[in-house]
């Protein structure tokens, strides 16, 4: 093709293979959404669990619902992960909240989840993961 010959003569035909091979395979990967849809099927861990007060309250099955903190003073696309009773819970990890934006839900977006305890004979270590209630591909 006419590209390709311009490309011989100006010695990057090379590099055209390899734009034309990336082009052909991004068009078969995933969406960004897909991505986020996979992600949020297999829910997420909450962040800073064991930073929060009276969590061993909250160990079982619990309902509640996320909601962004721009104004966290470490990370301003932090996603809080609130109790339906109003106590924060923890956060959504740094690396996932991208795959709840992606997903297009408004906020408050309603969870359930499950916290756990485990104890190594000198200190409680809590953790807990949420999934996405009702959510719509």
Do not use: W
Request: proline share 4%; hydrophobic share 35%.
């Amino acid at each position: 093709d006419k590209e390709a010959v311009q490309a011989i003569l100006e010695d990057r035909y090379d590099e055209l293979v390899q734009q034309r091979a990336l082009k052909k395979r991004a068009s078969t990967m995933p969406t960004k959404r897909e991505c986020a849809v996979v992600a949020v099927a297999h829910g997420f861990n909450i962040s800073g669990i064991n930073y929060r007060k009276n969590i061993a309250k909250y160990v079982g099955t619990f309902e509640g619902y996320l909601t962004p903190e721009p104004t966290n003073q470490f990370d301003k696309n932090a996603i809080a992960i609130f109790h339906n009773d109003g106590h924060h819970l923890g956060y959504i990890p740094a690396d996932s909240t991208d795959d709840i934006r992606y997903l297009g839900m408004k906020f408050p977006i309603m969870i359930y989840g499950e916290i756990g305890c485990d104890y190594d004979g000198s200190h409680r270590y809590f953790h807990g993961t949420v999934y996405i209630k009702n959510i719509r591909i």
